[in-house]
């Protein structure tokens, strides 16, 4: 059963939570019915997919690491063998997407619970995060409703939700926001993303300029309605759990240029490498004044962090060459932010930006394009 | 220690500490960039040997010359 996409979801998940909406409105706490309500539909989307044994397999893999770099935390290379260790599922999973000999490798959402987890590992060494309960970390790793597409959310601002707590009067106000972002979220996704799947993508001949042309407007179309309209519904069953789970998109197609393209769109996985690629590396670089330039990290970060991004979606060609593009593409960005003061000036000013903004869209339409698979 | 700090920022962004208002915007002046910013915050736990967790930062708080100003006092206790 794919979350968030048929009837009886639906039907199962406004039945599991109920009991959530009846506590927060008479002002109990919410945390360990969310954890039963998360374990529940893990249980009947996993269980029902035959993917229940990897989930089990996967969770104690992860723990056993986390208990693990408990002990021995401190040391560098030991982070780096249990991040390694942690990606092991996630390699196994996209191999299995490529190469039959691996297909029996098969886990909804292990791309977002690997993340979760390693963010948790980081913030351990770091010591931004000094303690781990194991029964809060369960529940954030296995935390059901942005469980196969999103948002990705951190551990300390979990936490946060989880001690703070939601006081009745609060309540009322995010079980408003979170029901209407549930349909919303419902109406973007299934009758936009559906429409036009059915009359703009499906009827496409699959070989042409035009039709590619054709294809690439009704992708990038499709691909927003369907997957804002998922992180919203994600996001509205988080609120009603009391989990105010991050925004995911804010108008891309409204952006300036390609760093702000990233700032607005599946905004949870662009400031998670962000922070845990793109800056760790920056810093690392400039700490060991590994370039003359200081700049020469910065565009080696964006390489890095963007073909990251892209493997994250796969081990496909197509997903690779999405990373590349998009890095090529950040790059040249910085270069015209450094270089050329008129663009800085003209991403703000009237038709000029509107320009921008065309352009931008069109350039992140073609990565769409690439991601589709229908060029590789 | 403000002083400091608007030397800083301006060698940062190539420009002279008195052109550098307390409110003005790096980030929307173009002044600052993700890079640029990682810098100023390296350059600032160097120079007031305090420890900024750059990822956990809000960029909110390394705005404005004004905002990092709180933001070293608060550290600095």
């Known amino acids: ?376 | 220690m403000e002083q400091k700090i608007l030397q800083i920022i301006a060698d940062l962004c190539g420009a002279e500490p008195n052109e550098i208002e307390p409110e003005l915007n790096l980030f929307d002046e173009g002044l600052l960039d993700s890079f640029a910013a990682i810098q100023l915050v390296m350059a600032l736990e160097e120079a007031f040997g305090i420890s900024l967790d750059i990822a956990a930062l809000p960029r909110e708080r390394i705005t404005t010359p004004a905002a990092i100003v709180a933001l070293i006092r608060e550290k600095q206790g």
């Open chain 1, 1 to 376: 059963m794919t979350p968030y996409a048929n009837l009886l979801f639906f039907y199962l998940l406004a039945l599991l939570l109920l009991p959530a909406v009846v506590l927060g409105l008479i002002g109990k706490p919410l945390q360990y019915y969310g954890m039963f309500f998360s374990i529940a539909m893990l249980c009947i989307v996993f269980g029902e997919g035959g993917q229940l044994p990897a989930l089990i397999v996967f969770y104690l893999w992860q723990t056993a690491l986390l208990i693990f770099f408990r002990r021995v935390k401190g040391k560098r290379p030991v982070l780096w063998l249990t991040i390694v260790l942690a990606v092991v599922p996630l390699a196994l999973v996209k191999a299995g997407e490529v190469w039959s000999a691996f297909a029996i490798f098969r886990l909804l959402g292990v791309s977002y619970m690997t993340f979760r987890a390693i963010e948790v590992l980081l913030n351990l060494h770091d010591g931004t995060v000094k303690e781990v309960s194991l029964l809060r970390w369960s529940y954030f790793l296995w935390f059901f409703p942005s469980i196969s597409s999103g948002p990705i959310d951190r551990y300390h601002r979990f936490q946060k939700d989880l001690e703070k707590g939601v006081p009745q009067k609060e309540y009322i106000n995010l079980l408003r926001h979170g029901v209407w972002k549930l349909i919303g979220g419902a109406f973007s996704s299934i009758v936009l993303g559906g429409l036009i799947w059915q009359y703009w993508l499906s009827p496409l001949p699959e070989k042409g300029l035009l039709p590619t042309l054709f294809y690439m407007y009704g992708y990038t179309f499709f691909l927003f309605f369907n997957f804002a309209g998922s992180s919203s519904m994600a996001i509205g069953t988080g609120y009603i759990l009391g989990i105010r789970v991050p925004e995911n998109f804010s108008q891309p197609f409204f952006s300036v240029d390609m760093k702000d393209c990233w700032a607005r769109w599946h905004i949870s996985l662009s400031t998670w490498l962000r922070d845990y690629v793109y800056t760790r590396f920056a810093v690392l670089s400039l700490k060991r004044k590994w370039f003359q330039n200081p700049r020469t990290a910065s565009y080696i970060g964006y390489v890095l962090t963007m073909i990251t991004m892209g493997l994250w979606h796969g081990l496909e060609p197509r997903y690779f060459v999405y990373g590349a593009y998009h890095s090529a593409l950040m790059c040249v960005n910085e270069i015209l932010d450094l270089h050329w003061k008129n663009f800085r000036k003209w991403k703000r000013q009237g038709w000029r930006q509107v320009c921008c903004v065309l352009v931008s869209f069109h350039l992140f339409a073609f990565g769409l394009l690439i991601f589709s698979g229908r060029l590789l």
